[in-house]
């Protein structure tokens, strides 16, 4: 068995990441999933959340806005919306935005247009909260 697992992370706008880790953990659809080398395959989509991977004592830590990770035995891939490291978050900022989405989730019905994205940009904002936490 392989003694670690490759980690590819790529936005439209680039690759984010591209190490050799030893595990990785994920916010799945269905629940948050860790990998480890020799992992079976399988394909995941992934929910507004967090991506973490370890590579010996350093754990490194990302928000991510959605996506879809393709799991190997020996690489994971992970599409994303976008994905941004904890100690690049603006903590300010992304706790502006979730204040002016909560807001804006007062004045809307759950059958007005713009519910559900403002629904998504609290997620958002709260994951990116929280993933700069763990910095």
């Known amino acids: 068995m392989a003694e670690k697992i ?27 999933f860790g990998v ?3 992992h079976c395959h399988m394909l995941s989509s992934l929910k507004v959340g967090a991506v973490n991977y ?3 004592s350093v754990v490194r830590h990302l928000a991510l806005g959605g996506g879809y990770a393709e799991v190997g035995p020996e690489k ?10 904890a100690e690049d978050i603006d903590v300010e900022r992304a706790n502006r935005a979730l204040t002016a989405a909560e807001e804006l989730l007062k004045t809307l019905s ?4 713009g519910y559900e994205e403002c629904l998504l940009s609290i997620e958002k904002a ?10």
């Open 36 to 38: 480890l080398p020799g």
């Open 126 to 135: 709260e994951a990116r909260i929280e993933t700069a936490a763990k910095r």
């Open 6 to 32: 490759k980690i590819e992370i790529v936005t439209p706008d680039s690759m984010v990441v591209s190490a050799d880790v030893d595990e990785i953990t994920a916010s799945g659809a269905e629940g948050e």
């Open 76 to 85: 994971v891939t992970i599409l994303a919306e976008t994905a941004e490291f």
């Open 110 to 113: 759950s059958e007005e247009d």
């Open 54 to 56: 370890k590579d010996g």
